[in-house]
Antibody, heavy 120, light 108 residues
Framework: QVQLQESGPGLVKPSETLSLTCSVS????????WSWIRQPAGKGLEWIGRIYSSGITDSNPSLTGRLTMSVATSQNQFSLKLYSLTAADTAVYYC??????????????WGRGTQVIVSS | SSELTQDPAVSVALGQTVTITCQGD??????VSWYQQKPGQAPRLVFS???DRASGIPDRFSGSSSGNSASLTIIGTQAEDEADYYC???????????FGGGTKLTVL
């Protein structure tokens, strides 16, 4: 069965760059959308962005200019870089697989999430 | 607008029926999906809108939509259904995704 696993630093300093990787096991990364979603403590879910296996990306307009996403199909991984971090970026970061069928969109698989704290 | 609105909290007596709603103009254009999140866990797909219930989800869960509103109904609510529930769909651009603010379901 397909599983997703996030990896990255748990603590990042303000103004620095967060780099996260999601490893996909048990299945191919090809022909799917792969998203990043975050959740500050006690708050709701915020979609960060998505990348298709071809490398095409879409990102939350609120993060435009601070976000880069990439995919490494040979390694079955995709990654996120979020720049100029502030305390407001502190959250649990999830990776998830997105499914698109016409007017239907849903996330059918999620990683367990990784806590990121932005603090000096 | 692409905003999705959910009631922050809903409660239901054990064994009774509860409906969790999601409202937004974007629902007239796109279908909604629903997720369950228990404390300390990742969200889990409950209802995709495309393939109905996700794998492993009990048949007491069902989804529906009409106009600018979508609903997730649980018939015969169990204690283990206590969780946060989020709705989700594409936004007006079609290329971005938006979540509702979430509904905390308490089973009494």
């Amino acid at each position: 069965q397909v599983q997703l696993q996030e990896s990255g630093p748990g603590l990042v300093k303000p103004s620095e760059t967060l780099s996260l990787t999601c490893s996909v096991s048990g299945g191919s990364i090809n022909s799917y959308y792969w998203s990043w979603i975050r959740q500050p403590a006690g708050k709701g879910l915020e979609w960060i962005g998505r990348i298709y296996s071809s490398g095409i990306t879409d990102s939350n307009p609120s993060l435009t200019g601070r976000l880069t996403m990439s995919v490494a199909t040979s390694q079955n991984q995709f990654s996120l870089k979020l720049y100029s971090l502030t305390a407001a970026d502190t959250a649990v970061y999830y990776c998830a697989r997105g499914m698109l069928y016409g007017d239907y969109w849903y996330f059918d698989l999620w990683g367990r999430g990784t806590q990121v704290i932005v603090s000096s | 607008s692409s905003e999705l609105t959910q009631d922050p909290a809903v409660s239901v007596a054990l064994g009774q029926t509860v409906t969790i709603t999601c409202q937004g103009d974007i629902l007239r254009k796109y279908y909604v999906s629903w997720y369950q999140q228990k404390p300390g866990q990742a969200p889990r797909l409950v209802f995709s809108g495309y393939n109905d219930r996700a794998s492993g989800i009990p048949d007491r869960f069902s989804g529906s939509s009409s106009g600018n509103s979508a609903s997730l109904t649980i018939i015969g609510t169990q204690a283990e259904d206590e969780a946060d529930y989020y709705c989700n769909c594409r936004d007006n651009s079609g290329n971005h995704v938006t979540f509702g603010g979430g509904t905390k379901l308490t089973v009494l």
